[in-house]
């Protein structure tokens, strides 16, 4: 096993672990860990004054540190306090597993760190991110338990097959944006395939909907008032860019609403519009109004129909409780109503989340199909029937018999015997010698073997995945393309070696080194790097050497010069040293 368990993470199902990698720490260079110093300083500076006030005791309480990358087995040593645990993965993974884990408690963890040149903000995700931004505030219960629905809701939630091809794109854009090197015409390229997906997705699936509403709540959600709004999103809370745009008035402040879910967003640009939530409570209220929306919850025809859509494993759960659990590629209807569906492939049928016995993918490997609804001329259902009004029409053991649906499917065949759950209500029907016709088409034959009737009146619910998580083989997920780690020349590992001098003198473990030589090394083979000369600065002037620390103000200065662009993050850096003197 590539992680250390804990109680939490030995409950994850093995398709979930498919996806977790070790965070291998030992692979976070010197510069890494100044990078996330800097944002952790900055932002810890700057959100104890804008952030909800469970960034500030979530920090403490899952025990991440300002001036280390978090250390996944210290952070499930103190998470775990909380009922909650995190992995290491790589990267975006797709968003039903996402939500999955969460479901399961356990935070996902992007393990790769931000390059230098992307400090304020990384499309890809990152330990800043995920770790800085997201792991505090399920410190506090209210939004924890959100989180954990949220993840045990929208995992259920179904997808179209346009979804995946955009989530393989944006993974993609990620990784090449966050890589070093990449040609501006590849990003260019990616960019617009997004665009041009985006542009035909069509109407937007479940899973689209719910992603948004993820969004602009976990991701980008502030709270309170829209004029007094308070920062909880990890995404605001993971970028010292963005956390202080979000704050001005040139991003729109709405209050949050159900309609959030058709707000679609960008990754790839800073947000116009943020939504406000009163408080942890109503992001609740309003998951729940979006799940009372979901085929979840509604089933019937058009449950089928997403199903279908998606062209993936799904499960169509029968008003008797038999679920159905398959690639779903047929529905025939009648009045408004599923009246016959089908699967193709591999299905299995349970019952209670629990696969039936004798009813697994072996024994359903090309598929399944059955009629649904009511007997013609018949207005009891065969699901209420008692045992004399089976007997009465003849749907007992032993029986020969014709039974015709209102929707005009016919299944005529031997009678076996029939499967009950434990209450005594019949869930399905085996027949022999049977075939099944609708309008002239035979659906099935008897050279084809038992038959096995469903018997349900209605589709109560249609969801994501299977029923019985261990019906299938999950584990299949192969990743189309890794994050890409920067080749290292000779010139960035003398740097990183400087960085590291540096971070062993400020942390005590070696003192003898010379401050003013590693500057004047930075100053002559370095002259773009800034990060390595605001730390040296704050050294200098917390040692009291003045004319030092002006030396490298005046470096500094013409380093902002030459790369404008950099001049709010010097500035930024040497005020947090100036202020931590006042202080």
């Known amino acids: 096993m590539s992680y250390k368990s804990n109680h939490i993470l030995d ?8 996806y977790i990698k070790p965070q291998n ?14 944002v952790m300083r900055k932002n810890v500076d700057y959100l104890s004054r804008v952030a909800h006030k469970s960034y500030l005791d979530g920090l403490k309480k899952t025990g991440i540190s ?48 931000r390059q ?55 993974r993609h854009l990620s990784i090449i944006k966050e890589a ?114 979901m085929a979840l919850r509604t089933g019937g025809l058009k449950g089928i129909a997403k199903l279908i859509n998606s062209n993936a494993l799904g499960t169509a759960e029968l008003s008797t409780g038999l679920q159905i ?20 492939g591999k299905t299995a049928l349970s019952y209670r989340e629990k696969e039936l016995v004798g009813h697994s993918t072996k024994h359903h490997a090309e598929g399944f199909g059955s009629p649904i609804g009511k007997l013609k001329g018949i207005n009891l259902a065969i699901e209420d029937m008692s045992p004399r009004d089976l007997k009465a029409y003849h749907i007992y053991e032993g029986e020969t ?41 035979t659906l099935f034959q008897p050279k084809w073997g038992l038959y096995h009737m469903a018997v349900g009146e209605k589709v109560l619910s249609a969801f994501n995945g299977p029923a019985d998580l261990n019906s299938f083989d999950l584990v299949s997920h192969e990743l189309t393309e890794t994050t890409i780690k920067a080749k290292k020349t000779k010139e960035t590992t003398q740097l990183e070696l400087l960085y590291q001098q540096i971070r062993d003198f400020r942390e005590g473990t070696n003192t003898t080194i010379s401050r003013n030589k590693v500057f004047q090394e930075v100053k002559s083979n370095y002259p773009k790097d800034w990060l390595l000369s605001v ?6 002037v917390s040692n009291g050497d003045e004319e030092f620390a002006a030396e490298i103000a005046n470096h500094l200065e013409k380093v902002k010069q030459e790369n404008p662009k950099l001049g709010h993050l010097i500035d930024d850096g040497l005020a947090l040293v100036d202020q931590s003197l006042v202080g």
């Open 11 to 18: 409950k994850l199902p093995k398709h979930l672990k498919q």
């Open 180 to 293: 070093a090197d990449t040609p501006q015409e590849e990003v260019d390229r990616a960019e617009k395939l997004i665009e041009d997906l985006q542009q035909n997705m069509g109407e937007p699936s479940e899973m689209a909907l719910i992603r948004n509403l993820h969004w602009w709540t976990v991701e980008y959600g502030l709270i309170n008032t829209v004029e007094q709004p308070k920062i909880y999103g990890a995404g605001l809370l993971s970028s010292i860019g963005e956390s202080a745009w979000c704050m001005t008035d040139e991003v729109k402040k709405i209050p949050y609403s159900i309609e959030a879910a058709h707000t679609s967003f960008d990754i790839t640009k800073p947000q116009p519009q943020l939504f406000v939530t009163p408080d942890f409570a109503f992001l609740s209220q309003v998951l729940e109004e979006f799940a009372n929306t």
């Open 325 to 344: 659990s398959g690639v779903f590629d047929r529905v025939i209807e009648f009045d408004g109503k599923p009246a016959y569906i089908s699967t193709k």
């Open 116 to 170: 230098l040149n992307h400090i304020e903000y990384t499309p890809a995700p990152d330990i800043i991110h995920e770790g800085a931004g997201h792991a505090p505030i399920i410190a506090n219960p209210e939004y924890a338990e959100y989180l954990r629905r949220f993840g045990e809701i929208g995992c259920k939630a179904i997808s179209s097959a346009k979804d995946y091809e955009l989530y393989e794109a944006v």
């Open 66 to 113: 300002i001036d280390h990358i978090p250390n996944m087995y210290g952070m499930n040593r103190i998470l775990k306090e909380i009922g909650w645990a995190a992995v290491a993965v790589d990267g975006f993974i797709p968003p039903s597993a996402f939500m999955e884990f969460q479901a399961y408690n356990v935070l996902v963890i992007a393990s790769d760190i």
């Open 25 to 38: 720490y030992d692979d976070y260079t010197s510069i890494n860990q100044a990078v996330w110093r800097y």
């Open 535 to 540: 730390e040296l600065y704050e050294l200098a």
């Open 401 to 441: 018999v014709t039974l015709e649906f209102e929707s005009g499917v016919k299944v005529t065949g031997d009678i076996i015997t029939g499967t009950r759950n434990l209450q005594g209500k019949i869930l399905l029907i085996t027949f022999e010698n049977c075939t099944v016709t609708y309008n002239g088409e």
